[in-house]
């Protein structure tokens, strides 16, 4: 398994096969909020498969990086390979002068709600919903800045 930049093409692709992201976003999604914003991109590969995928973005500007989509296909689940996705990117993050890492999920997604926590991630909020399980629940993580410009964003 190799994690390694990847591309919009390949992560819609991959997104088609994660049966929890049942509307999945198309490249033109991805364009408009990646512009030219500071972003990154990352895909887990295996046999020349991608298998998983997380993107991440500088959405507020104010010393935080968001972590917008993310996903593994079922096969690869439990294999650590998600993780390692988020600890690259957290580190990505850390060296580029971010302060903490936000995202958000939906209630009824208990699976990545675990794994939030398991991670050393806090709920910061919450978000009602007409429909309870499709609530969201926002999730901050602390980061050690290991660059000198974490004002810089």
């Known amino acids: 398994m190799k994690i390694r930049a990847g591309t919009i093409a ?7 096969h994660v049966p929890e992201l049942m509307n999945p976003y198309e490249e033109r999604v991805y364009h408009e909020r990646l512009g030219d914003t500071e972003h990154l991109m990352l895909v887990a590969e295996t046999e020349g498969k991608v298998v998983g995928f997380k993107v991440g973005y500088n959405r507020y500007k104010d010393g935080s990086f968001y972590l ?3 996903g593994l296909l079922p096969a690869y689940r ?3 390979i998600y993780q390692q996705l988020t600890e690259i990117m957290e580190q990505w993050a850390s060296e580029n002068g971010y302060t903490h890492m936000l995202l958000k999920t939906r209630n009824k997604l208990k699976p990545m709600i675990r794994f939030c926590l398991s991670q050393g991630y806090y709920v910061s909020g919450f978000s009602e919903h007409p429909d309870p399980m499709e609530s969201r629940i926002y999730f901050r993580k602390e980061l050690q800045v290991k660059s000198q410009n974490a ?3």
Request: no cysteine.
């Open 151 to 153: 004002n810089a964003k």
């Open 10 to 16: 390949e992560i819609v692709e991959a997104s088609q």
């Open 68 to 70: 917008w989509m993310g």
């Open 78 to 80: 439990g294999q650590g």
